[in-house]
């Protein structure tokens, strides 16, 4: 009972390269043989399955990362973008930095007080004096200094980078579920026309028995 094997991705892809998994509507044409031998095929409707759920756990890691870093780098924008409008004599306020600066007379020159954060439940005062200048994290435990224009252009950058990467995970991730089930589906389908049909084997044979009278 010899089973043509059959590539169990199709050839269409979504963006990021993910393959689809296609949709087996008839298994008899799919097997290509009424006798053919299905292990082969369920084995590689499994392997199928274990690639999809490997990248499906490497996103939901990747998409908890990111959803981590983003409120962090807009954080650090909107902190820099405080400290170039108030060195501009602008006087607009954000409300994500309430909790963080303490009321003051922005129409003076005095030191910005502020609490800035040591670890997940440590936080110290500080006092900001004027300043061009911030030094930025960069990852791989490498500080560099910016003046302020140069830090904003470049938080920006990042923020829009990290939310595009963000809005593709979350969209691979449903790609890939979606992929999931079809795969599921189609591992039930061919199973349960094995048994079908060896059930009908059964019978057949059963049938040409003497009935024994």
Do not use: C, H
């Amino acid at each position: 009972m010899a089973s043509t094997f059959k590539p169990v991705f199709s050839d269409e892809k979504n963006p990021r390269g993910i393959p689809k998994a296609p949709f087996i509507a008839n298994v008899d044409e799919y097997l290509g043989n009424p006798d053919a031998d299905v292990e082969i095929t369920l084995k590689s409707f499994q392997d199928a399955l274990a690639k999809y759920r490997y990248m499906e756990s490497s996103l939901t890691q990747r998409r908890a990362s990111l959803e981590e870093k983003i409120p962090d780098i807009r954080k650090t924008l909107d902190m820099v973008e405080y400290l170039q409008e108030r060195r501009e004599g602008k006087s607009k306020a954000k409300d994500d930095l309430n909790d963080d600066l303490e009321d003051e007379d922005e129409s003076t020159n005095g030191p910005v007080k502020t609490t800035f954060e040591l670890n997940d439940t440590l936080y110290a005062e500080a006092e900001l004096d004027d300043t061009d200048t911030v030094y930025l994290w960069l990852g791989a435990n490498v500080m560099l200094s910016y003046k302020l224009p140069a830090a904003i252009t470049l938080l920006t950058s990042k923020l829009d980078v990290a939310q595009s990467s963000l809005n593709n995970t979350i969209e691979d991730l449903e790609f890939i579920r979606e992929q999931l089930t079809i795969m599921e589906v189609n591992t039930a389908r061919v199973y349960n026309w094995d048994v079908k049909r060896r059930r009908e084997k059964r019978e057949k044979e059963a049938a040409k028995q003497p009935s024994g009278k």
